[in-house]
């Protein structure tokens, strides 16, 4: 198994952020002077990928327009000798191949996985939530792809989650494998707490095999009435190996107020330039 696409799912109605979604794409939403898309095809060229597809939707276009060439802002950032800033306005552009498909209509993250099936073909393939951003020291997604490509399987990215965060995400039942590697055998969303199989939710990252899609095609609506990906995943894991990875690394949850505010704060603690002031300016606020 070797994992080179990668599939980012984009084209939910950000209504977590609303008004501000109302016209930008969530994803666009900046972390700084980034938005947070380019953050995790970052994670995913960092990973190994070499082909990556961005599900949009309408409204989406302002992703497109980011992941192409700006010919007048570069002829005017060169005029003016803006080198190193040219250089970052250019990146998106090159940094790896992007494609782009929409889903025509919202039914779910599991018809938007679907949406990929002509550009994954019969290979195995990654997918990154556009909401998640991962922080740790090994990109989040490769690891999933070491696991994968170690155990021949699909991988979902797991983490122990609190009983309260269990009802609204899901719970996997799992039999361990080795250190944060472990077997899942069933996979249920959004359970009551009676109904859990453990702590362990899957947060925003898989590497997926091909049999999905066909599983997906016949999945019928679930919670919210959408196809729901945790459910293609229920039935994948009872014909096809699986596995999860308790992965090391922080999970920012940037499709919510609060957790938006928390990745913009802990990115600009970090940042060279802006963390010096920021801690200043905190320091001295009243």
Known sequence: MRVKKAVIPAAGLGTRMLPATKSIPKEMLPILDRPAIE?????????????????????????????????????????????????????????????FV????????????????????????????????????????????????????????????????????????????????????DVIEKPPIEKKYSNYAILGRYVLTPEIFDILEKTPPGAGGEIQLTDGLNSLCKVADMVAVDFDAKRYDTGNLIGFMETTLEFGLKHPEVGPWLREYIANMK
């Not at 995913?44 to 989406?60: P, V």
Request: contains cysteine; hydrophobic residues 40%.
């Open 102 to 185: 929409r889903q025509k209509e919202t039914k779910g993250l599991g018809h938007a996985v679907w949406c990929a099936k002509e550009f994954v073909g019969d290979e195995p393939f990654a997918v990154l939530l556009g909401d998640d951003i991962m922080v740790g020291e090994t990109p989040v997604i490769k690891q999933l792809i070491d696991a994968a490509e170690k155990y021949n399987a699909s991988a979902v990215g797991a983490q122990w989650v609190s009983d309260e965060a269990v009802t609204k995400y899901c719970s996997l039942k799992i039999d361990e494998l080795e250190n944060r590697i472990y077997r899942v055998s």
């Open 39 to 99: 953050i995790i095809v970052n994670e995913a060229i960092e990973s190994g990928i070499e082909d990556i597809l961005i599900i949009t939707n309408r409204g989406k276009g302002a992703i497109e327009d980011y992941f192409d060439f700006a010919p007048d802002l570069e002829r005017s950032l060169e005029k003016s000798g803006k080198l190193d800033t040219l250089e970052k306005v250019r990146y998106p552009a090159t940094c790896a191949n992007i494609y």
